[in-house]
């Protein structure tokens, strides 16, 4: 099984940056899949942008596309966000989510993804 756990949310204002890492347990990371999905207050969970078990082939929501990367090391059995300019829209919790490759839809469906970290929030401010 694959262990997540989501680092570097915080309280930032618009157009500040900030960098989140998920940190994988599983033995078998190279194996998976990785994806952020994000949620907001009152609204459904919505996937950020994922990335393939070999970071050849990544995927980014159209609100994100452009202001958001994301990356893995599988080395280190970590997947990062990085998340620039930042909008108040973007305030959500953030979820690091793995799935076993392969499979990929486009966009990403949270039912595919069966490992899940915790959250991590992040806010911006106006």
């Known amino acids: 099984q694959v262990q997540l756990v989501e680092s570097g949310g915080g309280l930032v204002q618009a157009g500040d940056s900030l960098r989140l890492s998920c940190a994988a347990s599983g033995r078998t990371f190279r194996s998976y899949h990785m994806a952020w999905f994000r949620q907001a207050p009152g609204k459904e969970r919505e996937p950020a942008a994922a990335?393939?078990?070999?970071?050849?082939?990544?995927y980014y929501a159209d609100s994100v596309k452009g202001r958001f990367t994301i990356s893995r090391d599988n080395a280190n059995n970590t997947v990062y966000l990085q998340m620039n300019s930042l909008k108040p829209e973007d305030t959500a919790v953030y979820f690091c989510a793995a799935r076993k490759a392969p499979g990929w839809e486009i966009p990403p469906r949270s039912d595919a993804y069966g490992f899940w970290g915790q959250g991590t929030q992040v806010t911006v401010s106006s």
């Open positions: 990335i393939s078990w070999s970071g050849s082939t990544t």
